[in-house]
């Protein structure tokens, strides 16, 4: 089973950015999308962005458009996710995730592999 491993997470400030990056172990068997999910204290795991195979399908939660743009190097297995202008409500564990599908699709129950997560946390 493919390794995944996320980093870039820290503690900022509303508005702010951050970069976080996932690498793989390896590439994956299949032609596999890949994408982020999050889990913010007390609530489930929820869909944050994904992105196809090639890289030319990206699915976004509505709460992140405009804000958030994934990105893949399927030469170097890895993945990224640039968040900007975060806010609060962001605060949660970020996990990097291969979907069972080359394509991606927006529901967290779609992805099977999964990082042990990095954390996030945006003060006001």
């Known amino acids: 089973q493919v390794q995944l491993v996320e980093s870039g997470g820290g503690t900022v400030q509303a508005g702010d950015s951050l970069r976080l990056s996932c690498a793989a172990s390896?590439?994956?068997?299949?032609?596999?999308?890949m994408g982020w999910c999050r889990r913010a204290p007390g609530s489930e795991r929820e869909f944050v962005a994904g992105i196809d195979w090639k890289a030319n399908g990206k699915q976004y939660a509505d709460s992140v458009k405009g804000r958030f743009t994934i990105s893949r190097d399927n030469v170097k297995n890895t993945i990224a996710l640039q968040m900007d202008n975060l806010k609060p409500e962001d605060t949660a564990v970020y996990y990097c995730a291969v979907s069972r599908y080359s394509t991606s699709s927006s529901q967290a129950s779609d992805f099977t592999s999964w990082g042990q997560g990095t954390q996030v946390t945006v003060s006001s």
């Open positions: 390896r590439r994956t068997n299949s032609n596999n999308a």
